[in-house]
């Protein structure tokens, strides 16, 4: 049972231009998401989190949503860039362990 | 420099071999985990264990066994048992937050090949 869904295994945008990933989930339990990126043969780094009693949080270029009534997050990438091409991994938590999604690979182009 | 160190990246197994996974981290946390990652599947969790001499089954524990003898090693056995081993495994450590984990760090894998 997935209870963490990136149902958009690629993703492809211009240089420049805003980058969306979408996020999905079911365990309505979850109170703490995040975002993890990972390059090949790399283990995933952190990027952006947030807790389940805000519905926005900014970073720099990285900007994380939630939206809990629809049970789904995004992160937007703005201005995307070459460098950020990777694996992107959404997670959610809610006691001992995390769950993770299955991943979206960014390709940004030049 | 602190992080989490994974032996070997790269390792190959015959059928019916048992093989150990090292992983060790000098972050001072308390926490440990370890995945599995398959294309497609992203990350599973196998086993975690939040204090020394402590350990939880994940959601794919079988044919795995782990041990924490101390706090800064969490070493991974794949047995004979585990019927597809074949994968690329990544061992993560967290300072839990109270009642959920926190951010993980994760190290750079192991690549299992079973021949």
């Known amino acids: 049972d997935q209870q963490v869904k990136q149902n958009s295994p690629s993703l492809s945008v211009q240089e420049g231009r805003i980058s969306i990933l979408n996020c999905d989930y079911t365990?309505?339990?979850?109170?703490?998401f995040l975002w993890y990126k990972k390059y090949p043969a790399e283990g995933p780094t952190f990027l952006i989190s947030?807790?389940?009693?805000?519905d926005k949080n900014e970073d720099g270029r990285f900007t994380v949503f939630l939206n809990k009534s629809a049970k789904h997050l995004s992160l937007h990438i703005v201005p995307s860039q070459p460098g950020d091409s990777a694996v992107y991994f959404c997670a959610a938590t809610e006691t001992n362990d995390m769950r993770f999604g299955a991943g979206t690979r960014l390709t940004v182009k030049p | 420099d602190g992080g989490i160190t994974q032996s070997p990246k790269y390792l190959f197994r015959k059928e019916g071999q048992n093989v150990t996974l090292s992983c060790e981290q000098n972050l001072n946390h308390d926490a440990m985990y370890w995945y599995r990652q398959d294309p497609g599947q992203g990350l599973r969790l196998i086993y975690y264990s939040q204090i020394v001499n402590d350990f939880q089954k994940g959601d794919i524990a079988e044919g795995y066994s782990v041990s924490r003898e101390k706090k800064e090693s969490f070493p991974l056995t794949v047995t004979s048992a585990q019927k597809n081993p074949t994968a690329f495994y990544l061992c993560?450590?967290?300072?839990?937050?109270?009642?959920?984990?926190?951010?993980?760090?994760f190290g750079e894998g192991s690549r299992l090949t079973v021949l």
């Open positions: 947030i807790s389940s009693i805000k």
């Open positions: 365990n309505s339990m979850f109170d703490y």
């Open positions: 993560a450590s967290s300072i839990p937050r109270v009642g959920t984990p926190g951010e993980l760090f």
